[in-house]
């Protein structure tokens, strides 16, 4: 990916040298509602590499977007031995 100037550029352009073309067009294409209700994480080796301003940047244009250094990750792979229906009812 390709680094720019201070000068201004299209929010498709920014897209597209920070994240390439596929990205760009997929984040480009979201419609309003998509924007509202998906979450765009952004992840990537410590360091200046354009987290931060891409966050911000789609934050400006309407995308609910998350760093992942902010948040909490929980993963679950272990399968469930006894399955409740609505377990989610039965804690307190």
């Given at each position: 990916?390709?680094?720019?100037?201070?000068?201004?550029?299209?929010?498709?352009?920014y897209l597209m040298s920070i994240v390439g073309p596929d990205v760009?067009?997929?984040?480009?294409?979201?419609?309003?509602?998509?924007?509202?209700?998906?979450?765009?994480?952004?992840?990537?080796?410590?360091?200046?590499?354009?987290?931060?301003?891409?966050?911000?940047?789609?934050?400006?244009?309407?995308?609910?977007?998350l760093e992942m250094h902010e948040q909490k990750?929980?993963?679950?792979?272990?399968?469930?031995?006894?399955?409740?229906?609505?377990?989610?009812?039965?804690?307190?």
């Amino acid at each position: 990916m390709g680094h720019f100037t201070t000068a201004n550029i299209t929010f498709f352009n920014y897209l597209m040298s920070i994240v390439g073309p596929d990205v760009a067009e997929e984040l480009f294409s979201m419609s309003s509602q998509e924007k509202e209700s998906r979450f765009i994480i952004i992840d990537g080796r410590r360091g200046p590499t354009g987290k931060s301003t891409l966050c911000k940047v789609l934050q400006k244009h309407g995308y609910q977007v998350l760093e992942m250094h902010e948040q909490k990750y929980i993963r679950l792979d272990v399968e469930l031995q006894c399955k409740v229906a609505n377990f989610s009812d039965c804690v307190d």
